[in-house]
């Protein structure tokens, strides 16, 4: 019973910060067990837990954290020797993690957590909000893309450093998907987030109803809008939404 196992961690996770001075600590060290023991599709989403649960604490303790040095002899177990890389560095790998299993991800509709999830099945006007999140795969990948696409993480970066400036990134979704994007920057929260967001519409570029693509879609554009440092990028932003519209003009989807 996958939903309400989940349900009863979370719960129990709110139970100890109401109670508990150390309830980060413990519900990090509850959820790494309960995720070592679980299988999909319970697995994933604890990753995903796991994850915004190291971020909440280093967001919590930022301000003793971020006058720590450099961390070289921290004790693995211990989070509160931790440094701002050490926090961001876990907290990158469980949200990467959550996504290994991409094809049980992609194949596995998000009707299988209704039991955890915000009830938008019921939207007098259509689509209905699970349009937009139709799969677990959606589910994860977006709440990866929120955190990649966080300011937050203050960490130094190469001289070499991945930026948003080329006009490919503001393509109609798709020429977008099929630009290979690399870089040496392996650290780039952007290079991350516009990863993600490539999968993430590939996923849904030949699907029947366009809600779920438009909604990944326009995230992208206004992701790239806010980081690309192009001088012409309001031109080509404008471009694309107009002829996005075009594109889409039958599908009530298309006012947004």
């Known amino acids: 019973n996958a939903p309400n196992f989940v349900k009863a961690i979370i719960y129990k996770s709110k139970l100890k910060i109401n109670t508990r001075e150390d309830s980060y600590e413990l519900n990090?060290?509850?959820v790494t067990?309960?995720?070592?023991n679980s299988a999909f599709p319970v697995k994933p989403v604890l990753q995903s837990m796991l994850a915004e649960l190291y971020w909440s604490y280093y967001q919590t303790n930022r301000y003793k954290i971020l006058d720590r040095t450099k961390t070289v002899n921290f004790v693995q177990d211990d989070i509160k020797t931790w440094d701002l890389a050490k926090f961001t560095e876990k907290t990158v790998y469980y949200f990467k993690e959550s996504l290994s299993d991409v094809s049980n991800l992609q194949n596995t509709k998000i009707e299988i957590y209704d039991e955890i999830l915000n009830d938008f099945k019921n939207y007098q006007t259509p689509p209905?909000?699970?349009a937009f999140r139709p799969t677990l795969f959606d589910f994860l990948v977006h709440r990866a893309i929120d955190f990649f696409s966080n300011r937050?993480?203050?960490l130094t970066r190469p001289a070499e450093q991945f930026t948003l400036n080329d006009p490919k990134y503001f393509s109609i979704?798709?020429?977008f998907v099929n630009f290979d994007i690399k870089t040496t920057d392996n650290q780039s929260f952007d290079f991350f987030a516009i990863t993600l967001l490539q999968e993430a519409i590939k996923f849904h570029l030949k699907d029947a109803s366009p809600e779920a693509l438009?909604?990944?879609d326009l995230k992208r554009l206004n992701y790239v809008l806010q980081n690309s440092g192009n001088d012409d990028k309001m031109n080509l932003?404008?471009?694309t939404?107009?002829?996005m519209e075009l594109k889409y003009s039958g599908n009530p989807v298309s006012a947004m």
Do not use: A, P
């Not at 067990?33 to 070592?36: C, P």
């Open 28 to 30: 990090i060290k509850e």
């Open 241 to 243: 939404l107009d002829d």
């Open 173 to 175: 979704e798709d020429e």
């Open 128 to 130: 209905n909000g699970r």
């Open 237 to 239: 932003y404008l471009k």
């Open 152 to 154: 937050e993480s203050d």
């Open 33 to 36: 067990e309960e995720m070592n």
């Open 214 to 216: 438009i909604d990944v």
